[in-house]
């Protein structure tokens, strides 16, 4: 069936410093890759996403990118902020079904 | 512009109940989804709704089951409960389903099966 890995589980990183998310996804149909932060006790938010003809998509300090045929794609946070600290799901869309498919998460802790 | 919301915030429920989960999309949006979030996990898919019809089901048993009103809301039912259906349901909706349109999660319901 369909899977999408993450990794890392967590991730810790100095205030100020990048920090890198990857996922890979099993079904190479899938065709949209969004990106979900969640803070503790509230409901996940949207903060980026891509589509399957876009290889990379910018936002201010948020980037993804896409690798269609080794599928997997990447979150990249610049200059991170104590605020980031969450857990970031990514998530992949199958064409062929109706549902979307989330990786286990990642948590992460920025140090001031 | 109300967002997704969900009812009730919490509940309690014990062994062999069932329940049911309320959730009312953001206005125009024609999809609801639902899923099952366990502490520390991804929230996992059980539901897609899409014109009141199902479109997507996820690796849940019979006990669970749902449906989606003329007014796009939707409701999760789960029969019998057992210890393990302790989460958080979250639900969310989309203007088309989700493979072509961005979801966005309402405040989840935390239910705890004792």
């Known amino acids: 069936g369909e899977n999408v890995e993450q990794h890392p589980s967590t991730l810790s990183v100095q205030e100020g410093d990048s920090a890198v998310i990857k996922c890979t996804y099993s079904d190479s149909a899938s065709n949209y890759f969004p990106w979900y932060k969640q803070e503790l006790g509230k409901r996940p938010q949207l903060i980026i996403d891509?589509?399957?003809?876009?290889g990379e998509k910018k936002d201010q300090r948020i980037a993804v990118t896409l690798n269609k045929t080794a599928k997997h794609f990447s979150l990249h946070i610049t200059e991170t902020q104590p605020e980031d600290s969450a857990v970031y799901f990514c998530?992949?869309?199958?064409?062929?079904?109706?549902?979307?498919?989330f990786g286990p998460g990642t948590s992460l802790s920025v140090i001031p | 512009d109300a967002g997704v919301t969900q009812s009730p915030t919490h509940l309690i429920k014990t062994r062999g109940q069932h329940v049911t989960l309320r959730c009312s999309p953001i206005?125009?949006?024609?999809?609801v989804s639902w899923y099952q979030q366990v502490l520390g996990q991804g929230p996992q898919f059980i539901f897609q709704y899409y014109e009141k019809e199902e479109r997507g089901r996820g690796n849940f048993p019979d006990r669970f089951s749902a449906r989606q009103f003329p007014n796009y809301s939707s409701e999760l039912n789960v029969n019998a409960l057992l210890l393990g259906d302790s989460a958080l349901y979250l639900c969310a909706s989309s203007l088309d389903p989700p493979s072509t349109d961005t979801q966005y999660f309402g405040p989840g319901t935390r239910l705890t099966v004792l």
């Open positions: 206005s125009g949006h024609k999809s």
């Open positions: 998530a992949a869309t199958p064409t062929s079904y109706d549902k979307v498919i």
């Open positions: 891509i589509r399957s003809n876009v």
